[in-house]
């Protein structure tokens, strides 16, 4: 219980960069997403990799703080400077401790903190600490939504008082979340290309896409996402091509004209008539209510033809 509480308090007393808009909250946001992967079960020894879904991951949970915070701030810092606060050691690319920035590539977590990251009593206990020590109102109603928890009652006081702020922060952290949700489910690979590309600069060409357009449903529920590049999501909001409920892929041909000057580039009626790549996680596929409203409201081709 001991361990618990040390590592609580070292929490709670995290060293942060003064800036012009206050105290850089990066900190905070690289442990709650430490917190996500050991819920996951996504943290299976003590080395943390710098890796691009990592990167994004925390690239998510710094876009709730960014109106207070515009500059922008990789994961490197962060990533860096927890070991002053005595959670890990940073190691270069041959696993060598460094003092450089820009050369961390691996975190060696402490031995003690790893094993009390294994508690799921720590895990709930620690995320409350770091919501509720480090951000305003609005942030914490986003990033309970992001974690998927419920507001403690402390702040469902303040979300009664303060409703609309709080219910368009809440919105955010739960379009947040989906991002996250669809795209770890789909590997970062585009559904129809299956092609991937990150960088730990907290960039991706892949998208989290709405199937039943968001404006029209709300609806953040993963499995009516996608994980589509950048093209392959244009394409697809305009109805250029749909699923069957056998998630195959149908194209409006008669209504597109497409031509490719290298022979070996696949174009998009290249794609009709093959099942897309979809998550090994058979519960995060796309939902067929979602995939019939995209082909009923969206698609330009022949609907009758899609079986």
């Known amino acids: 219980m001991d361990r618990k509480v040390d590592w609580l308090k070292k929490m709670h007393r995290l060293k942060r960069y003064q800036g012009e808009h206050g105290k850089a909250p990066h900190k905070p946001l690289l442990l709650l997403v430490l917190l996500d992967l050991a819920e996951a079960g996504e943290l299976n020894d003590q080395e943390l990799e710098l890796t691009p879904q990592l990167a994004y991951r925390f690239s998510v949970y710094a876009s709730i703080i960014v109106h207070r915070w515009p500059?922008?701030?990789?994961?490197?810092?962060?990533?860096?400077?927890?070991?002053?606060?005595?959670?890990?050691?940073?190691?270069?690319?041959?696993?060598?401790?460094?003092?450089?920035?820009?050369?961390?590539?691996?975190?060696?977590?402490?031995?003690?903190?790893?094993?009390?990251?294994?508690?799921?009593?720590?895990?709930?206990?620690?995320?409350?600490?770091?919501?509720?020590?480090?951000?305003?109102?609005?942030?914490?109603?986003?990033?309970?939504?992001?974690?998927?928890?419920?507001?403690?009652?402390?702040?469902?006081?303040?979300?009664?008082?303060?409703?609309?702020?709080?219910?368009?922060?809440?919105?955010?952290?739960?379009?947040?979340?989906?991002?996250?949700?669809?795209?770890?489910?789909?590997?970062?690979?585009?559904?129809?290309?299956?092609?991937?590309?990150?960088?730990?600069?907290?960039?991706?060409?892949v998208d989290a896409a709405h199937i039943h357009q968001f404006s029209d449903s709300g609806n953040n529920d993963p499995r009516n996402g996608l994980a589509l590049c950048k093209n392959a999501h244009w394409l697809f909001d305009r109805g250029l091509w749909t699923l069957n409920d056998d998630y195959k892929v149908f194209v409006a041909r008669s209504y597109i004209d497409e031509e490719s000057l290298d022979p070996g580039t696949k174009k998009l009626a290249d794609y009709h008539g093959q099942r897309i790549h979809l998550p090994k996680n058979e519960s995060a596929w796309p939902d067929p209510q979602y995939i019939k409203w995209h082909r009923d409201n969206r698609f330009k081709g022949d609907k009758d033809a899609v079986a």
């Open 71 to 205: 500059q922008p701030v990789t994961i490197r810092y962060p990533f860096f400077h927890l070991h002053s606060d005595g959670f890990w050691t940073p190691l270069d690319n041959l696993k060598n401790q460094t003092g450089d920035r820009e050369r961390a590539r691996f975190a060696l977590i402490q031995s003690g903190f790893y094993e009390t990251l294994r508690d799921q009593e720590f895990r709930m206990r620690a995320r409350h600490l770091l919501i509720s020590t480090y951000f305003n109102a609005d942030e914490r109603a986003a990033l309970y939504a992001l974690a998927n928890m419920e507001v403690p009652d402390e702040d469902q006081i303040g979300k009664e008082i303060d409703l609309p702020a709080i219910l368009d922060a809440e919105k955010k952290g739960r379009e947040a979340r989906f991002r996250v949700c669809v795209l770890y489910a789909y590997g970062f690979m585009c559904s129809l290309t299956r092609y991937r590309l990150s960088t730990v600069d907290n960039e991706s060409i």
